[in-house]
Each structure stands twice: as structure tokens, then as C-alpha cells.
């Protein structure tokens, strides 16, 4: 870190770890000691989000519009507590090339490095339960083994999700996350550092309304340098499409865990699927608990994007 930045950062009121996270899925200490460089990248979610979606961007950035990028390999998941947190800091300590990374963490749970780069991507929770739905409904045996057997679980199984879409949003919005962990604190969370110098919040909507203006700002950001030349490439490797077409290369073990495979994993990349079939009684009470956990502010945000 240059010597104005050093300068610059000592200022700031840096988040601290105040806690452990633990479940299922999660295993928070894999952060502890994490020998962070100085130009790491860590995309941030909730889940669900445009997690796999802005891993390509950054990946497409870095290896300038390549075609056999592979983040699934490159950018591991972290808090994942599988692997074992030797296997993933060996792999990512011998990557030479510049590192992202993605979490699923709470800000109060991570190791926040201001040497880092932090993306965060929100998006309308309700959207999020759509798909949390077909990435749950459609796992596997592999999946279930991989999260409930294996050693260092703390906490219950996770369990096969009920048939009903809605009755799954509707234990999901009651429960706080479940099956999967907490929503609210992950959300007010980050948005509470957004304005830390290495904090840019990105909202799925607003990729979606205009993905080559948010692969700029990203860029820009991350202080990338775009080259006009392999921009149109850069743009096309993150559509829909060809991220479906090479779903191999985003779903974590090419989509073993998921039936149908890494196609599922990618599955429709749209929003409001929950309209018809979410009551209005259902839907006021999402909005209202959203105003209520998050603030006016942030639950409008959250709804619709928008960088103002």
C-alpha cells in the first residue's frame, strides 16, 4: 500500500471481528490470520444475490476477457467450511495472478482487511428465496453429505425444503433465513460500511438494467484499466447466456452437487417470479419488515437498486 494510502487508511474506523459464525455451511474462523495481499478482491453476499454473476465480472477484469476463466476454481468460497481451510489458503497463496475471493458473511463476522476490496451485492430478498429455492430443491444426495456429514457441523442438519415455493418464503421471512442463516444482519451489515473507501455496493437490478455500465464502475473501482479492445468480449463473457452455455466453469465442482448439474446451478437469472404467487397480505408483510429491520433508505435500496 503506497504511503498516502497507509496514511489515509490509519483514519479510518476499520469494522472488527467481534464474533464466530457457525452452521452447516459456515465456518467463520477460516478468515483468522488469512494472509490478505494488497489488491485482494472479496465479493460479498448474502447468497443468491448475483454472487457467481459478479465473480465473473471481476474474473473477465482480471484476466481481460479470456475465455477459460474458470472461477469456480479460482474463487473460493472462503467461509465455506468445506474444504479444510489449509486446502483453500495453500490454493489461494500460490495464485500469482490478482485474487477475488467471495463471502456470505456478515461484516461482524469477517476479517475485514482495508487492504482489500470489498463488493457487496444486494438484491430484493424475495428474488433471493426464488432462487435459494431451485439451488435447495434441486441439490443432491452429494450436497446434503457434503454439508451434514462431514466433521466440524455445529448446529442441525440442513433438511430437504417443502414443495411449496411459498410456504418456503414464508418460513424463510418468519424464521429470518431459514434454512440457510440470518438475511437482515447480512444486509444492514454492509450497508453500514458503505461508505468505507474500499466498500462499493452493486445491486443485481441495476446490472441487469445496464451491465456494461456496472462492469466500468466495478472496473474503476478495482482501479482495472478497461481495454476498449476486449471490452465487447468482457461484456458478452458475463451475459446470461454464455454464463449458462459454460455453467461449468461457475458452479462450484462443475455443478456436481446440483441434479441437472451446473445448468441448474445457473438457473434463470430474473427477477419477480414470486408476483404470482406470493399473496399481497405476503408480500405487505415482506416490505413492512424490511422498512423495519433495514430503514427507509436501505429497504429501498434493497427493492430496486439505484446508486443515489
Not at 468482457?234 to 461449468?248: L, S, T
Amino acid at each position: 500500500m503506497p504511503p498516502e494510502a497507509q496514511a489515509r487508511a490509519a483514519d479510518v474506523a476499520w469494522p472488527e471481528k467481534r464474533r464466530e459464525f457457525h452452521n452447516h455451511h459456515f465456518d467463520s474462523t477460516m478468515w483468522n490470520g488469512f494472509p490478505f495481499r494488497d489488491d485482494d478482491i472479496v465479493v460479498a453476499t448474502y447468497a443468491k444475490s448475483g454472487t457467481t454473476w459478479t465473480q465473473q465480472i471481476v474474473g473477465q477484469l482480471v484476466f481481460d476477457g479470456a475465455e477459460d476463466v474458470n472461477v469456480a476454481e479460482l474463487s473460493p468460497w472462503l467461509d465455506l467450511r468445506v474444504p479444510p481451510r489449509e486446502v483453500k489458503v495453500a490454493a489461494l497463496e500460490a495464485q500469482t495472478h490478482r485474487r477475488f475471493l467471495k463471502t456470505h458473511l456478515p461484516v461482524d463476522a469477517l476479517v475485514f482487511s482495508p487492504r482489500a476490496r470489498y463488493l457487496y451485492i444486494g438484491r430484493d430478498g424475495r428474488d433471493v428465496v426464488w432462487s435459494m429455492y431451485n439451488h435447495h430443491a434441486n441439490a443432491n444426495d452429494a450436497w446434503y453429505m457434503a454439508l451434514n456429514d462431514t466433521p466440524g457441523r455445529v448446529g442441525p442438519p440442513i433438511e430437504k425444503p417443502p414443495a411449496s415455493t411459498r410456504q418456503y418464503f414464508l418460513d424463510w421471512l418468519e424464521r429470518d433465513g431459514h434454512p440457510f442463516w440470518p438475511f437482515w444482519e447480512n444486509v444492514r451489515s454492509w450497508w453500514a460500511v458503505r461508505d468505507l473507501p474500499n466498500v462499493l455496493m452493486v445491486h443485481f437490478d441495476d446490472l441487469k438494467r445496464d451491465m456494461p455500465g456496472e462492469i466500468r464502475r466495478i472496473a474503476a473501482f478495482l482501479d482495472i484499466p478497461v481495454d476498449e479492445d476486449r471490452f465487447p468480449a468482457i461484456v458478452e463473457h458475463c451475459g446470461f447466456d454464455y454464463m449458462k452455455r459454460h455453467a461449468a466453469m461457475s458452479a462450484p465442482l462443475g455443478g456436481a452437487f446440483w441434479d441437472g448439474g451446473a445448468a441448474t446451478f445457473i438457473n434463470k437469472g430474473t427477477n419477480g417470479r414470486w408476483r404470482d404467487v406470493l399473496t399481497q397480505d405476503d408480500v405487505a408483510r415482506y416490505e413492512a419488515r424490511a422498512v423495519a429491520e433495514l430503514g427507509e433508505d436501505c429497504a429501498r435500496w434493497l427493492a430496486a437498486g439505484g446508486r443515489g
